[in-house]
């Protein structure tokens, strides 16, 4: 990660946006730099979250978010849109963790490890 930011800004503070070097991005991606965002918040002690990255040279994002906008997959789901592709997919996505720096953890690992390797392979995945 090449910087953290709050967004929208410092004073509101919605959410986190991290810059990711795209040298550091498999397979490789353009120029630009792809953002991760992680926003976090509880209501009534329920987390909602979403963790969701968007690489600007490719059209490609995804993420895994708890939140009630797909109640048929369950309270998380992982989304991806591929717009160069015209593809997109929501699946249903379960952490075994609860501690939110946890469940951050391992959907890192899940990101740069296994998805956006698999799904921006040359087969699609």
């Not at 998805?115 to 040359?122: A, E, F, H, M, Y």
Request: glycine share 6%.
């Amino acid at each position: 990660m090449t910087s953290v930011t709050y967004e929208p800004d410092s004073i509101v503070k919605r959410y986190l946006c991290a810059r990711i070097d795209p040298d550091r991005v498999v397979p490789p991606t353009g120029p630009e730099s792809p953002t991760l965002d992680v926003e976090w918040r509880f209501v009534d002690g329920e987390p909602y979250y979403r963790i969701h990255y968007a690489d600007p040279n490719t059209g490609f994002n995804c993420g895994w978010h708890r939140d009630d906008d797909h109640p048929d997959l369950g309270p998380v789901h992982f989304q991806y849109e591929h717009s160069r592709r015209d593809e997109s997919d929501h699946q249903r996505a379960q952490f075994q963790k609860t501690i939110p720096t946890e469940i951050f953890w391992i959907a890192l690992d899940r990101l740069f490890e296994k998805r956006i390797p698999t799904l921006l392979s040359d087969d699609g995945g």
